[in-house]
């Protein structure tokens, strides 16, 4: 059954023409929803591109009593043959990695450079590795024989939608379990494809079920007394909140929440290759990244040449429309994310703060930023404390690797972390030191379906990727 038409999409923005035919996919079958529907717009050019069902309670339950009688065929399969069907879905998403490149562009705002080439072969690539842990289980070292939880509850963001939909989904399936998954309100219709690629699958059905829609939607498939676990990725307000209405019952849960991640460059640092990874650090996706490198920590005999170099290569990074390969940095993925970041960062230049960015000519409709960064910032500040979620960097200094370690835990999250240092030994006793479940050695954002993803504090709970992604599923 096709329920797009993407050609259009893959030729020109001007004339999309995506008519979802319908919201919600329950039971192996796209399904009108019963609640009223909602717009999703290109957040580019504030256009419609699609009018999509919201789910109510009902849609809900529905949606988990599917993926409960699914559970009872999928979870007495063999490993081999659930790796069969993940295999199958790993290769039609790399067939059609134009259109979902091209979807997941429009849709979020992302450069399609990043969707392209970064995204979807990454999705591909989670998909193909979790195909291969179906039937090696008993192996994983989480006993002799792992049995699935039952039925995953899984909300994801808008930042990576189609991304966070395969590290939610794909290990769920390997051990065995059934999904229902809510996209976000504001980028659903990547995963509404993933829905058509599982019927092209000939995934069984009611082994995947979506439902989209808004908060309502959300706490209703949290709270389904039918969902065995729970797993979500999102701000830490909202991770508080699901961990409260699950407290006291049997549901396992996964948080993956926010981040005020510290990049630290020492003054032995490859400056030229220290200030790419910053840049990656925090302009890729706009900066709607959780892990995002958002404080800047330079020690201090080096920071006036960081600064210098940084603000160069600022000039160089190109804003606009994301479907031009050529773009650095795409739009806002909404007009409430665009005055959040906005808020904070008045608040930065209220509280004293020196806030520069480069020559920007912002299109006149869409939701746009420009790249930022914030000098002579304190511990204090607001936007060293609280995660800002967009293209906006805050530039610390210290003197000593002890004093770089206490600025770079004093947080509330704990979810990655960078350093830039050609001595392996400084490395290493910093990453021993420093509270982030993600440490990276000259370099940043850099993710592998082999290595596990996580945080400590407010930054959430349990892991996603590798092995450690796994656990989260079985009992």
Known sequence: MTTFDYAPALESRSIVAIKPRYGLFIGGEFVDGRGQSFTTIDPATEEALAEVSEASEDDVDLAVQAARKAFRSWSRMSGAERGTYLFRIARIIAERSRELA???????????????????????AHFFYYAGWADKLEHAGFGPNPQPLGVAGQVIPWNFPLLMLAWKIAPALACGNTVVLKPAETTPLTALLFAEICQQADLPPGVVNIVTGAEATGRALVAHPGVDKVAFTGSTEVGKAIARSVAGTAQRVTLELGGKAANIVFDDAPLDQAVEGIVNGIFFNQGHVCCAGSRLLVQESVSEEVLARLKRRMSTLRLGDPLDKNTDIGAINSAQ??????????????????????????????????????????????????????????????????????????????LSAGIWSEK????????????????????????????????????????????????????
């Open 102 to 124: 091209v979807l997941e562009s429009i849709d979020n705002g992302k450069p399609i450079k990043e969707s392209r080439d970064v995204d979807v072969p990454t999705v591909a």
């Open 337 to 414: 994310q665009l005055a959040a970041i906005r808020e904070l960062s008045a608040a930065g230049e209220a509280e004293g703060a020196g806030r520069w960015s480069p020559a920007c000519a912002l299109p006149e409709r869409g939701f746009w930023f420009p790249p930022t960064i914030f000098t002579g910032v304190s511990q204090a500040h607001r936007i060293a404390r609280e995660e800002i979620f967009g293209p906006v960097l805050s530039m610390l200094t210290f003197r000593t690797p002890s004093e770089a370690v206490e600025k770079a835990n004093n947080t509330p999250f704990g």
């Open 424 to 475: 392996g030994s400084r490395t290493l006793w910093m990453a021993s030191k420093l509270r982030a479940g993600v440490v990276w050695s000259n370099t940043f954002n850099r993710f592998d379906p082999a290595s596990p993803f996580g945080g400590y504090k407010e930054s959430g709970y349990g892991r996603e990727g590798g092995r450690h992604g796994l656990e989260g599923y079985l009992q």
